[in-house]
């Protein structure tokens, strides 16, 4: 009898999410069936994918010309985003490469895309709770979920965890940032929220970062470096972090982005300072070192800690980053700021938000050899931030440890000194015995499925006349 009873869920075992994971399969009633691309293969899955991968080796070829997979179709669905986001994340260069490792990558996802579509037929598979769509599994089970009709969540968020709807067209279950200007003007204390937000933005510039969570204490420079002055500044991502998480990037990596940009900017002359993340991860400082050999006198390293509110004094002509957060901060202090992707803020006239390369190059032009980019507004900086802050558009949410752990539930734990890099964080509780224990004995009596609003749906609705 088909009764859609299992659920498509991660393959992790750690100490928070195998918890919360079980917890919600155990309250509704779903067979858990982790998801991963790992496990050994039917030889007919096999063959099938071998036979697909020769069907769309032109294809491939093509895209390699390009050096950019993200494009790669497999009949009704992307593979291709996925497997450079996988790609990025388990390489040692953090980019997609057309050689072994990448057509591996490749097959691999055939081979996954075979898998979950024979078992979405046989119509037993009745939810998906997808982690982080991005990843090369749950990029490919959520556009098949989608056409089979077969519902998802999607869990989000370091506190508190977010239950998300997927959004095709994005590929990817964030908000709809676009619509957050309409939502915003409908709040009924946006006065209260925006005198909040103007606390948090003003200690933000003069580097007090304790409203990002994930984000390590500030030290303050005592001295300017005067080498940094009337200079383009880079704000670095963590290379190895996802390129393409919120649904639009010019660039397939970080990389390719960063040697892009100071590439046309050194065509130029143009000076540039390239300011690391404060909270980019130890497999970083590898990729670092590799650019500092490559640039060694073309770009000047920023290494230590440094305000916006010092850069603006450093005379700076404007700011370049795909997504990150100084894209508010630097509008809020008077910089022009230049995006090359999708962020939480792109609903707001916040930056100067390239839609491709064409553009991209127009304002890298303006920023460092034209006319000056006009500042963008600083209250449309305040806007951003406080509906990117305090706008709750997700299914759900609960205060739950999941992605991270709070202060007060890493001393419940007894884990010692409470780190402020919430990689360290990571490295210390994910796998460890006892916080799988104490999270277990927390949640003894929370039905997590309830306080998100996941139901157990009537397959009839879905399946009937199908």
């Not at 919600?24 to 691309?37: A, E, F, M, Q, T």
């Not at 933000?204 to 500044?233: C, T």
């Amino acid at each position: 009898m088909r009764n859609y009873e299992e659920c498509l869920t991660p393959a992790w075992e750690t100490s928070t999410h195998d918890v919360v994971i079980n917890n919600i399969c155990n309250s509704l009633g779903y067979k858990r069936i982790c998801l991963s691309v790992d496990y050994c293969y039917a030889v007919n899955d096999i063959v099938a994918s071998v036979l697909i991968l020769l069907f769309k080796i032109p294809k491939i070829l093509v895209l390699s010309l390009k050096n950019d997979i993200r494009s790669l179709r497999l009949f009704d669905i992307n593979i291709g985003r996925g497997i450079n986001e996988y790609v990025i994340t388990n390489s040692k260069d953090a980019r997609f490469n057309f050689n072994f490792f990448g057509y591996k990558t490749i097959l691999k996802s055939i081979i996954f895309y075979v898998r979950i579509k024979n078992k979405m037929k046989q119509k037993k598979v009745g939810f998906v709770l997808g982690g982080d769509e991005a990843y090369l599994e749950f990029s490919i089970a959520a556009q098949l979920a989608e056409i089979y009709n077969i519902p998802s969540t999607f869990l989000k968020g370091y506190a508190p965890l977010k239950a998300c709807s997927y959004k095709k067209n994005l590929m990817n279950s964030l908000p709809l940032y676009e619509n957050y200007p309409t939502l915003f003007e409908e709040l009924k204390n946006k006065e209260d929220l925006i005198n909040k937000t103007t606390d948090i933005l003003e200690k933000r510039v003069n580097g007090d970062r304790s409203s990002l969570q994930y984000m390590p204490k500030y030290i303050k420079l005592k001295e300017y470096n005067e080498s940094y002055l009337s200079s383009v500044w880079i704000f670095l991502h963590d290379f190895y972090d996802s390129p393409g998480i919120y649904g639009g990037n010019i660039f397939a990596s970080h990389c390719d982005w960063l040697e892009y940009t100071v590439k046309y900017l050194n065509r130029y002359g143009v000076k540039i300072v390239i300011k690391r993340h404060p909270n980019e991860r130890p497999l970083n400082v590898e990729i670092i070192e590799k650019y500092k050999k490559r640039f060694k006198t073309s770009v000047i390293w920023c290494e230590e800690d440094i305000s916006i509110d010092q850069i603006k004094n450093l005379e700076c002509k404007g700011i370049v980053t795909v997504y990150g957060t100084v894209i508010v901060e630097g509008t809020y202090a008077g910089i022009p700021v230049v995006a090359a992707g999708r962020s939480p803020y792109s609903g707001f006239d916040v930056c100067y938000m390239a839609s491709d390369i064409k553009e991209y190059n127009k304002y890298l032009n303006l920023i460092g050899i034209g006319e000056k980019l006009q500042i963008k507004s600083k209250e449309v900086a305040l806007k951003a931030e406080c509906a990117n802050r305090f706008l709750d558009v997700s299914d759900s949410n609960a205060n739950i440890p999941y992605d991270d752990i709070d202060k007060n539930f890493w001393e419940y734990c007894g884990l010692g000194i409470y780190h402020e890099n919430n990689y360290k964080r990571k490295e210390t509780f994910l796998r460890n015995k006892n916080v799988k224990e104490c999270v277990e004995k927390y949640l003894k009596t929370i039905n997590i499925a309830s306080v998100l609003n996941i139901e157990k749906y009537a397959y009839s609705v879905y399946w009937d006349g199908k």
